[in-house]
């Protein structure tokens, strides 16, 4: 059976990942994804379907505080962000946009 090589991920730095090539197509698929899951999430809170395990925290939130879903989901992300200083890892462009668009999606889509 023949192996197949698989690409490694480089250890980039976010200013790195920015100039790696191919940014619009990168920033393009990235959005359009976290969009989809935005609007996903929304649709299961809509149709009363059940969340995830991260959604039923957003969702629990916005029962208790006067902050619609989509902040919650933002300012949940950045504080789970804020755990990564410790690490003395500093997130991508793409983490940083997972933990906004999103709850910007959801809120849209709502």
């Known amino acids: 059976m023949a192996q197949t090589s698989h690409p490694k991920l480089l250890p980039l730095t976010p200013l790195q990942q920015l100039r790696a090539g191919r940014l619009p197509v990168r920033l393009t698929n990235l959005f359009v994804g976290l969009t989809l899951f935005g609007v996903a999430m929304a649709v299961f809170i809509r149709a009363g379907l059940g969340q995830a395990p991260w959604d039923v925290l957003h969702y629990g939130l916005s029962t208790r505080v006067p902050l619609s879903i989509g902040t919650i989901i933002i300012l949940v992300g950045l504080l789970v962000l804020l755990f990564w200083i410790p690490l003395k890892q500093w997130p991508g462009l793409g983490t940083?946009?997972?933990?906004?668009?999103?709850?910007?999606?959801?809120?849209?889509?709502?």
């Open 96 to 110: 940083v946009a997972n933990a906004v668009w999103i709850g910007v999606a959801a809120d849209a889509t709502l």
